[in-house]
């Protein structure tokens, strides 16, 4: 049983142009949410988080929206640059500091 | 700073033996440290939990006598894959958390391919 779920394999998207990266979520007690990104045979590394009292946390380039009665969350980037190619991982804070990660995204920034 | 070292970060071996993988927090401290598996294409599956100076907790349908876990020091998790067989074959990441850390923030490590002949 998936607890978190990233619906969209692949996304392909133009330099320069948005990207929305998309998470759902099962089990109403996660309360900590966090975006990884991953290059092949490298371990993932952390983009940014969101506690479930925010819907909405920003750095830099990067967006995280949580829509809580709905069991969503997203990642936006803008502008989206060909570096950020990469799998994207959506992750649940599903207990004391344990992790359940969805099944990632392919990002691939066209130049 | 924080950063998770792995070693070794590829290893083949034949089926039968047992694999050593080790993980490493240089800058920080970490009472616990986590163990994933990743299939290729797929997801990253968390296999245990492990906490220094004590036994570590595995997830369910995750052999504990086939994936032996010690965290012997605030720094260093060890991994053995004890008689390992082909379909154990896969990409193994550790990640750690900082001890005094605020945040839920996990650090991971580069990961090791494990290949079983």
């Known amino acids: 049983d998936q607890q978190v779920k990233q619906n969209s394999p692949s996304l392909s998207v133009q330099e320069g142009r948005i990207s929305i990266l998309n998470c759902d979520y099962t089990n109403s007690m996660f309360d900590y949410f966090l975006w990884y990104k991953k290059y092949p045979a490298e371990g993932p590394t952390f983009l940014i988080s969101?506690?479930?009292?925010?819907d909405k946390n920003e750095d830099g380039r990067f967006t995280v929206f949580l829509n809580k009665s709905a069991k969503h969350l997203s990642l936006h980037i803008v502008p989206s640059q060909p570096g950020d190619s990469a799998v994207y991982f959506c992750a649940a804070k599903g207990g004391t500091y344990k992790y359940i990660f969805g099944t990632g995204t392919r990002l691939k920034v066209l130049a | 700073g924080a950063v998770v070292s792995q070693h070794p970060s590829w290893v083949i071996c034949k089926s039968g033996t047992s694999v050593k993988i080790e993980c490493r927090s240089l800058d920080f401290q970490a009472t616990t440290m986590f163990w994933y598996r990743q299939f290729p294409k797929q997801s990253l599956m968390l296999m245990a939990t492990?906490?220094?100076?004590?036994?570590?907790?595995?997830e369910q349908g995750v052999e504990k006598d086939k994936f032996l876990i010690n965290h012997a020091s605030l720094t260093l998790s060890t991994l053995t894959v004890t008689s390992a067989h082909p379909e154990d074959s896969s990409f193994y990441i550790c990640?750690?958390?900082?001890?005094?850390?605020?945040?839920?923030?996990?650090?991971f490590g580069p990961g090791t391919r494990l290949t079983v002949t």
């Open positions: 492990s906490n220094e100076g004590s036994k570590a907790t595995y």
């Open positions: 969101i506690s479930s009292i925010k």
């Open positions: 990640s750690a958390r900082d001890l005094a850390g605020e945040s839920y923030e996990q650090y």
